[in-house]
Nanobody
Framework: EVQLQASGGGLVQAGGSLRLSCAASGFTFNGGEIGWPAIGWFRQAPGKEREGVSCIHVHDGVTYHSDSVKGRFTISRDNRLNTLYLQMNSLKPEDTAVYYC???????????????WGQGTQVTVSS
């Protein structure tokens, strides 16, 4: 069974940092399987649509970061541990949201291209 388990959220003051982790099981991160080229992070704040934050192409390592997090967040992966990370620095109150990791059938920032989702981890940034 394919599963994703996100962790690492919490409460942090503005300007602080957090690192989210997403442990995967049931598939491997080395891109050896056909049909899912992307893994990524999304977030959803109360009353807002889920938005793509960062994603990585599993075959060539190309990464995407949304304009709202570019220069502050960094997506990475550890193929040996089958784990995806999101290093979040210089956090702002507007980064407050539930963060989800997901496995995608296309390298995309659109949630509709992702078909397996983790359960989400809450990130709260106080001002």
């Amino acid at each position: 069974e394919v599963q994703l388990q996100a962790s690492g959220g919490g409460l942090v003051q503005a300007g602080g940092s957090l690192r989210l982790s997403c442990a995967a099981s049931g598939f491997t991160f080395n891109g050896g399987e056909i049909g899912w080229p992307a893994i990524g992070w999304f977030r959803q704040a109360p009353g807002k649509e889920r938005e793509g934050v960062s994603c990585i192409h599993v075959h060539d390592g190309v990464t995407y970061h949304s304009d709202s997090v570019k220069g502050r967040f960094t997506i990475s992966r550890d193929n040996r541990l089958n784990t995806l990370y999101l290093q979040m620095n210089s956090l702002k109150p507007e980064d407050t949201a539930v963060y989800y990791c997901a496995k995608g059938s296309q390298y995309s920032s659109q949630q509709y291209d992702y078909n397996v989702w983790g359960q989400g981890t809450q990130v709260t940034v106080s001002s």
